[in-house]
């Protein structure tokens, strides 16, 4: 079983629209990730929640609404798409707030990935 | 200057190379360095963490240099499997987040 799982992988829609993205962690952890990664490669951290606790919000537009219904999941809605939000969103989890292995088997795991394309 | 920066490459090498990579980071008081490999159109995973004191994974090697302010990681015997960008973690944010640079591309050839 996949231990970071998120859906749609692939997303294609029009600006202007709303969609979802939805992640499901099933490693326990108490620290849930919403990445970022655009056309040149930057990895950059959207939002973060620590048993459904909202611990980090960068700079991102308002349209962006993370939602954490209980530890095990965060979901990501975009409202209004528009062309610049085209990118790779990576959900991830670890299972304290900063996702480094300071002890074996700490470390911050990543989903697949959701490839969203705005036309 | 940017938090942590790498080069991007590509690194074009042929199998059995040497190839080493740096990056370097702004914040002289991080304390968390790590290495990640991302295939292609793959999610990011941990391929090692950095020690002070250095440390080895059987063909890997990291270093962290603290007054230079950089990391860096030595694959020796490229195998074609190497192929792969290499993201660097240097610090954290204000919040413990991870702080990536932008990845080095390597390219493995026979």
């Known amino acids: 079983d996949t231990a970071v799982s998120q859906t749609p992988k692939y997303l294609v829609t029009q600006m202007g629209n709303d969609k979802s993205i939805k992640c499901e962690q099933n490693?326990?952890?108490?620290?849930m990730y919403w990445y970022k990664q655009d056309s040149k490669k930057f990895l950059k951290i959207m939002f973060s929640?620590?048993?459904?606790?909202?611990?980090i919000n960068e700079t991102v537009p308002n349209r962006f609404s993370p939602k954490s219904p209980d530890k095990a999941h965060l979901n990501l809605h975009i409202n209004s798409l528009e062309l610049g939000d085209s990118a790779v969103y990576f959900c991830?989890?670890?299972?304290?707030?900063?996702?480094?292995?300071?002890?074996?088997?700490?470390?911050?795991?990543f989903g697949e990935g959701s490839w969203l394309t705005v036309v | 200057r940017k938090e942590v920066e790498q080069d991007p490459g590509p690194f074009n090498v042929p199998e059995g190379a040497t190839v080493a990579f740096n990056c370097t980071y702004s914040?002289?008081?991080?304390?968390?360095f790590f290495w990640y490999r991302q295939d292609c159109r793959k999610e990011p995973k941990l391929l090692m963490s950095?020690?002070?004191s250095g440390n080895e994974d059987g063909r890997f090697t990291a270093q962290l240099n603290r007054a230079s302010q950089y990391i860096s990681l030595l694959i020796r015997d490229s195998k074609l499997s190497d192929s792969a960008t290499y993201l660097c973690?240097?610090?954290?944010?204000?919040?413990?987040?991870?702080?990536f640079g932008k990845g080095t591309k390597l390219s493995v050839k026979p």
């Open positions: 973690v240097g610090g954290r944010g204000s919040q413990g987040n991870l702080i």
């Open positions: 914040n002289s008081a991080s304390q968390s």
């Open positions: 490693l326990g952890h108490d620290t």
């Open positions: 991830a989890s670890s299972q304290d707030r900063g996702g480094a292995p300071r002890i074996p088997g700490n470390t911050i795991y």
């Open positions: 950095v020690y002070s």
């Open positions: 929640y620590n048993n459904k606790e909202l611990i």
